[in-house]
């Protein structure tokens, strides 16, 4: 075996490794599960559906900057926003955003 052809093995292991270690755990729960994303989410994605096929989206640090932007395109273009919690490829549905009423 060459050492390039090793250093490639080694380096696939060791993103395995860490890959484990970031697996969620073995949830009991759907709150368990939501709990767990939102606080442990790369990041928050804000997602509406424009058509066939077609989204909306845009991606946030923080819950609290995906609250306001959903809240903010919602008045813009209408309710249907949605908020989900991100970590790696996985998600979990955080909350929907209304359209507020103008009362």
Known sequence: ????????????LLQAIEATKRMPPDFKSYEERDAYFREHADYFTVVKKTGVGHYSRGEYKTLEEAERAAQTKATISG???MI???IDSQSAFVTSIPLKSSK
């Open 1 to 12: 075996m060459t050492k390039k052809a090793f250093e490639k093995i080694k380096s696939g």
């Open 84 to 86: 989900y919690a991100v």
């Open 79 to 81: 309710g249907g926003w």
